[in-house]
């Protein structure tokens, strides 16, 4: 799935902001789920963008870990860019192992992404925008306001990550993918 965001991605115009097909989805998720094999090259990448993002979704707990939710959320209060580098990368050695990992690539699919920007017209901002509710939500439910202050610092987050994941991951971030 990721492979393919990182081939494709790129040069998707609105990738991860247009929905695929729910239907397909549906159907695709139902067969993932009972370990079908699917070839999602023959679907829109719309589709395998929509099912990346609800795999996130799904993560119990969250990839960034409600446990460390405030932590997160305060994250980018703190210091300049450095400082913020370097707690980032605190709190990213207090995650599981898997989920490390799979942050590792789904940046570096972003990274891609971002890095076509003027052809996909998905900046480190718009990508934010719509993966960041993915990636982490408040551990207990809140108010509409509060949910939205949180989306908001969330998406900032999720941008910075974006906008410095080499810095944050390593270099070879660039890649993870190899030459596909």
Partial sequence: MLSLLYQEGPSTEGIFRRSGSAKTCKELKEKL?????????CESIFVTASLLKDFLRNIPGSILSSQLCDKWVSVMDQGNNEEKIKNIQR???QLPRANVVLLRYLFGVLHGIEMRSEENQMNAFNLA????????????SSTPNTESEFTKKISTLVQ????NCCRIFGEEINSLFGEI
Avoid: K, Y
């Avoid at 789920?33 to 090259?41: C, F, M, N, P, S």
């Fill in 33 to 41: 789920d009972a370990g079908a094999e699917v070839d999602l090259a």
């Fill in 91 to 93: 709190l990213i050695e």
């Fill in 129 to 140: 925008i719509c993966i960041a509710p993915s990636l982490l939500w408040p551990p207990v």
């Fill in 160 to 163: 910075f990550l974006t906008e």
